[in-house]
């Protein structure tokens, strides 16, 4: 959404502005207002003509211009109905220079998980990545993943679920019967993908999988959705706020970590971490400051960067 069309969005939410004044006061013609008033109905916002000039009268439930709208973050956002994978879509635009973009997509058609799985992304769910270009070294990047998986896991609490962070990047609602090794239900996945150097970043992608407005009867079996745990939630509510906890965390690094061990599940439980060096089995007692699991063995504490974990039940 360019910049006029957001100021004539802004001003009809502040109640009846006629065309002339809006022209005025945004120094373009009356036919722009108008063509910009017919641009937000095609849009899906419910501008309506009273005495008075127009109105805005009602908002759409989704796409780009309504998770725009009220945004209090600093990321533009495109939107498209489909895309087989919209982290294929933001490596793109990082090529291109672009930076601080949030690409939306209603539905994946290519979505995929970590190490190439599979992740089904239907219609209802909330498939996003992010194109940054942080100031960082790339031994802190996995902060960022660390950001991403507090944000949706805040989002959903405040939706009344009771979401957690199961190491390294999934947001779960627990369930102390669970004995599959994933510690709960698995509401969202975070996949970070980067280019740079040895000492630089060039961009980062934060891609962000999560089963928000999506029916039961469409999940996985070892899945859940914010509708399954509390019924319908607007989806443009919850994107908006996974942006702006986003865009809070990446501003206090230090502050990210705190935050993740918080809402984490991890710790506290015995796990198997499988890596490529082979199994690590112990107790999850911390994260590093570059979010590292450190493992309690009985060979003494391992430090972990990366692998598959598994909450093991104990007796």
């Known amino acids: 959404m360019n910049e006029t069309r957001r100021a004539v969005l802004a001003a009809l939410a502040d109640g009846p502005v006629t065309g002339p004044d809006l022209a005025d006061s945004l120094g373009v013609s009356r036919a722009a207002v108008w063509k910009h008033v017919e641009a937000l109905r095609d849009d899906g916002f419910d501008v309506q003509s009273v005495d008075d000039g127009y109105t805005l009268t009602g908002v759409p439930d989704y796409g780009g211009a309504a998770v725009a709208f009220e945004l209090d973050a600093d990321f533009d956002v495109e939107y498209h109905d489909a895309l087989p994978s919209t982290n294929d879509r933001a490596r793109e635009l990082a090529a291109d220079g672009a930076s601080d973009v949030a690409v939306i997509a209603d539905r994946q058609t290519g979505g995929r998980g970590r190490r190439g799985r599979e992740w089904s992304s239907p219609s209802g769910g909330v498939w996003m990545s992010l194109v940054l270009r942080p100031d960082v070294p790339p031994a802190r990047v996995p902060l960022l993943t660390l950001a991403a998986a507090v944000a949706v896991t805040d989002a959903a609490r405040e939706a009344g679920v009771d979401a957690a962070i199961k190491w390294p990047n999934d947001v779960i609602v627990p369930d102390a019967g669970d004995d ?5 239900a698995k509401l969202c996945g975070v996949l970070t993908e980067m280019e740079g150097e040895a000492s630089r970043v060039s961009w980062v992608v934060v891609g962000i999988g999560a089963n928000v407005d999506v029916d039961p009867d469409e999940l996985a079996g070892d899945a859940t959705s914010v ?16 942006l702006e906890r986003f865009d809070e965390l990446r501003s206090d690094p230090a502050g990210i970590v705190d ?21 690590i089995e ?18 003494g504490e391992r430090v972990v960067h990366a692998g598959d974990c598994q909450h093991l039940r104990t007796t």
Request: hydrophobic residues 35%.
């Open 180 to 184: 599959s090794g994933r510690g709960g």
């Open 227 to 242: 509708r399954a745990e509390v019924g319908d939630v607007p989806r443009r509510a919850f994107v908006q706020r996974v």
């Open 259 to 279: 935050a993740w061990r918080e809402r984490a599940a991890t710790l506290g439980e015995r796990v198997r971490v499988e890596t490529t060096d082979g199994d």
């Open 282 to 299: 112990g107790d999850a007692v911390d994260v590093t400051e570059y979010g590292a699991l450190v493992v309690d063995t009985e060979d």
